[in-house]
């Protein structure tokens, strides 16, 4: 198990960049798959990309929705995780959530073990 905890989030207007931390602890953080999703008011959760253990660039994936904006990194050494976001559109306002998982190529959040709390990211003019 891992615990996991985001932070970066706040208002930026569209076309900004944000980038949002994910502090872990626990002894197996280097092993798992690490993924972001995203959760709008009334709206279930949505994936938004995920990173291999490895955490080399090419070995990530991403949802078509943020595909060519959001780039996704580790540093295992740290224990951190984290989301890049470029071209920020009013669209990507939601709480951001990160988890934990072991099975690379997943999409579904019922396939992750471990969630942090979220961090809020809004994007309004």
């Known amino acids: 198990q891992v615990q996991l905890v985001e932070s970066g989030g706040g208002l930026v207007q569209p076309g900004d960049s944000l980038r949002l931390s994910c502090a872990a602890s626990?002894?197996?953080?280097?092993?798992?798959?690490m993924a972001w999703f995203r959760q709008a008011p009334g709206k279930e959760r949505e994936f938004v990309g995920a990173?291999?253990?490895?955490?080399?660039?090419?070995?990530?994936y991403y949802a078509d929705s943020v595909k060519g904006r959001f780039t996704i990194s580790r540093d295992n050494d740290r224990n951190m995780v984290y989301l890049q976001m470029t071209s920020l559109k009013p669209e990507d306002t939601a709480i951001y959530y990160c988890?934990?998982?072991?099975?690379?190529?997943?999409?579904?959040?019922?396939?992750?073990?471990?969630w942090g709390q979220g961090t809020q990211v809004t994007v309004s003019s």
């Open positions: 626990g002894r197996t953080f280097n092993i798992y798959i």
């Open positions: 990173i291999h253990p490895l955490g080399i660039g090419s070995y990530s």
């Open positions: 988890a934990a998982g072991d099975r690379y190529g997943s999409r579904r959040s019922s396939e992750y073990r471990d």
